[in-house]
C-alpha cells in the first residue's frame, strides 16, 4: 500500500489513485442520475397521468360478477359490442355531444374575435376586460354553478339544456380567449406588412395571412372548450333541471354500480382526441417541411 508523501511545505500528498476512490467522489450510477434527473421526473408525471386512463382502457374489457366493475374478472367484449344496452347511456353521450358542440362553436366564435380586440386595439375598459376575461377561470365552479343557477331563477328561465350551454360558454370562452391570444402576440407583424405592400387589401391579408397562422391556436382552443364542456360537471348539475348529461349519468350510476360500458365510451373519447392531436402533429410538419 503506498504512503502519503510529505511535500516541501510539510502538507501530506496523496496519491491519485487513493483521491479518485475516496468514497466522496460521485459513482456511475449517481452521476447518471443526475444528467437524467429531469426526464425521470417528466416520465414519473406522465407515469402518473396516465395511470387512470390505462386502468379506464384495461377495465372497459373486463366482464364483471355483479354491478361494481372495480375488479378484474375475465376478459370479454361484451361491452365494446353492446355500448348502447342501457339507453340511458347513448342518450346522455348524445345530450354531452350536442351541448359541446353548440357551447364549442359559439365560445370559439366570441372569443377568437374578443382576442382580437385585446390584441390589436387600444380602446378604454381594455384592462378592465382583461380581467373580467380571467375571472371564470379563477373563480372556482361551486361559486359559478351557484351563481348562475341564482341568475337563472331570477329570470324566471327554464332550467336544462339552454341553460346549460349558456353556462358552458361562459367559462369556455376564457380559455379559448388565453390560447388565440398567446397565438396573436407570438405573430411577426412583418408578414401583415409584407402583404400589405404587396397591395393586399385588410380583407385579403386576413383571409389570406393572419387566419391561416392564427387558425392553429383556434383549433386548439376549439379543441379545449369541447373537452372542458364535455366533461363539465359541477356547473352543469347546478343548472341541468331534468337534462342528463354523460358525467350526470356517471355520477348517478355510481350510486348502483357503474357499467364497463362507461369505460368504453371513456375510451373511445381519449382515442378520439388523441387521434385528432397525432394527425393536427403530422400535419404540421407536413407543412413545415414544405
Not at 376586460?129 to 328561465?157: C, D, H, K, Q, R
Not at 373537452?227 to 352543469?236: Q, V
Amino acid at each position: 500500500m503506498s504512503t502519503p508523501t510529505i511535500d516541501r511545505r510539510g502538507a501530506s500528498q496523496e496519491p491519485r489513485d487513493y483521491v479518485k476512490k475516496r468514497p466522496g467522489a460521485l459513482s456511475r450510477g449517481l452521476r447518471w442520475v443526475r444528467d437524467h434527473v429531469i426526464a425521470i421526473a417528466a416520465f414519473l408525471a406522465l407515469f402518473y397521468l396516465f395511470l387512470p386512463i390505462a386502468i379506464v382502457v384495461i377495465f372497459s374489457f373486463n366482464k364483471p360478477e355483479g354491478r361494481q366493475n372495480v375488479q378484474w374478472n375475465e376478459f370479454s367484449l361484451d361491452a365494446w359490442t353492446n355500448i348502447c344496452r342501457d339507453p340511458t347511456i347513448c342518450d346522455s353521450v348524445g345530450v354531452s355531444l350536442q351541448i359541446a358542440f353548440v357551447s364549442t362553436i359559439i365560445a370559439t366564435l366570441l372569443g377568437t374575435l374578443i382576442s382580437f380586440a385585446l390584441v390589436r386595439h387600444r380602446f378604454r375598459g381594455r384592462s378592465a376586460t382583461n380581467l373580467l376575461i380571467f375571472l371564470p377561470m379563477a373563480t372556482p365552479e361551486v361559486v359559478l354553478g351557484a351563481s348562475l343557477l341564482a341568475l337563472f331563477l331570477n329570470l324566471g328561465a327554464p332550467l336544462g339544456t339552454g341553460t346549460i350551454i349558456i353556462a358552458h360558454i361562459m367559462f369556455c370562452i376564457s380559455f379559448v380567449v388565453v390560447s388565440v391570444k398567446a397565438r396573436l402576440a407570438g405573430l411577426d407583424p412583418r408578414l401583415e406588412q409584407a402583404a400589405s405592400d404587396l397591395y393586399a387589401d385588410e380583407r385579403a391579408t386576413f383571409r389570406y395571412v393572419t387566419l391561416p397562422l392564427v387558425m392553429p391556436g383556434i383549433v386548439s382552443a376549439a379543441l379545449l372548450a369541447f373537452s372542458l364542456s364535455f366533461d363539465d360537471f359541477i356547473i352543469t348539475n347546478f343548472n341541468n333541471g331534468t337534462t342528463v348529461t354523460f358525467p350526470l349519468y356517471v355520477w348517478g350510476a355510481a350510486q348502483r354500480g357503474i357499467p364497463p360500458q362507461v369505460n368504453v365510451i371513456g375510451s373511445i373519447m381519449f382515442f378520439a382526441a388523441l387521434f385528432i392531436v397525432v394527425i393536427a402533429q403530422v400535419v404540421g410538419a407536413a407543412r413545415r417541411k414544405k
